[in-house]
């Protein structure tokens, strides 16, 4: 039989993952010198990661030969004391925090199952979802990006088994009440994630909420604020009769030694998580002054530009030409023709942005 029958139904038809254009690509498309590109598209930390925690990598680097913990139990500690949160309730997770989306899926999900997305969000809870034959049940946001909390239960069944909630939002920096949290927990047995990437910027958090519900689980990462993409790591916290389940089909040896070395100094490190928030903040207040659109409010490191009547892809290929990359939201589920995600860069990159999207 043809080889692509050997693939599952459930993956034949998920639409590929639309990262951020990579400078490598820019390079390749426009001929521009690499040093020229400001890539602002994937919100990355413009200062890059803490210095411990580049130190913290040179000197486990001759370590690496040996397996690292199962479990990752050092980083989970570490975790633990700068969350606050019992480390009964954390897992590791590689890579990022797509692999504990990953992990989650596989555990709870089975053909028949609904899950409900509140969109326009992160795009890869329904390639997890549906790798493992979920069914996506979409709740639209408000015009303001807000969720309409009774249009979303609503949407509840007795399928459905994990609630998707990402605060800061993805593309829209906004983030959800406590209480439209809680009141959605309370509704439902299925869980309830609440994805809080960018929750260093953010003035509140819900993490302190999952020891106490049993059915709220908190996805983390050190990919933003923290500056370690590259390293792809994440957390999760989540009650411990998950993750006492969770623990028999997370991947062992998940997090390398290197990337556990550069996490933990990073936690450590809250001077340069400071510095790194400081300019998020600053840089979002002079986005939202100078740039010649609507600039919606945001409790992220980036800032979401809304375009119209330009379309956001013919705007984002005019910037792409002088070299700075942002991301077309067109392919976020239900954002639109005209919206476009903007990393908080440094002054000096701002400055150019605000200037290419005014020529534009």
């Known amino acids: 039989m043809p080889r692509y029958e050997l693939i599952k139904d459930e993956i034949a038809s998920i639409a590929k993952y639309v990262p951020g254009k990579s400078i490598e690509d820019i390079v390749q498309t426009y001929g521009l010198e690499p040093s ?53 309730n954390i897992v590791a997770s590689g890579p990022g925090m797509d692999g504990l989306l990953d992990g989650l899926a596989r555990l709870v999900i089975t053909n028949g199952d609904e899950v409900v997305i509140t969109t326009p969000t992160f795009s890869y809870y329904e390639i997890a979802a549906r790798a493992n034959g979920a069914t996506t049940v979409y709740v639209q946001r408000e015009k303001d990006f807000s969720i309409n909390v009774d ?9 459905t088994k994990i609630i998707f909630l990402c605060s800061p939002n993805n593309p829209s920096g906004n983030v959800i009440p406590e209480e439209d ?113 609507k600039v919606y409010d945001t409790q992220a490191n980036f800032v979401l530009v809304d375009v119209a009547p330009h379309k956001a892809r013919d705007v984002t290929n005019e910037l792409l030409k002088k070299g700075i990359i942002v991301r077309d939201c067109t392919s976020f589920a239900h954002a639109g023709v005209s919206l476009i995600r903007v990393t908080i860069g440094t002054r000096e990159q701002n400055e150019k942005v605000v200037k290419a999207f005014s020529d534009i």
Not at 53 to 80: F, T
């Open 151 to 159: 249009k979303l239960l609503a949407a509840i069944t007795p399928n």
């Open 181 to 293: 949290i809680l009141k959605i927990a309370a509704a439902t047995d299925a869980l309830v994630f609440v994805d809080e990437a960018y929750v260093e910027f953010a003035e509140k958090n819900v993490a302190h909420l999952v020891p106490q519900h049993d059915n709220i689980i908190v996805g983390r990462t050190f990919s933003k604020a923290f500056g370690l993409a590259g390293m792809r790591m994440g957390y999760g916290i989540m009650p411990e009769w998950l993750r006492e389940e969770y623990m028999k089909i997370a991947t062992p040896f998940n997090v390398s030694t290197a990337a556990m070395a550069a996490g933990i100094a990073a936690l450590s490190d809250i001077e340069h998580l400071n510095k790194s928030i400081e300019l998020a903040v600053k840089g979002k207040k002079f986005l939202q002054e100078e740039l010649p659109f």
């Open 36 to 88: 020229s590109i400001i890539k602002l598209g994937s919100n990355e930390n413009p200062l890059g990661p803490s210095p411990k925690a580049v130190e913290a990598l040179i000197e486990n680097a001759q370590g690496i030969s040996i397996y690292p913990s199962a479990d990752a139990r050092e980083l989970v500690d570490a975790i633990s004391e700068y969350t606050d949160i019992p480390a009964a």
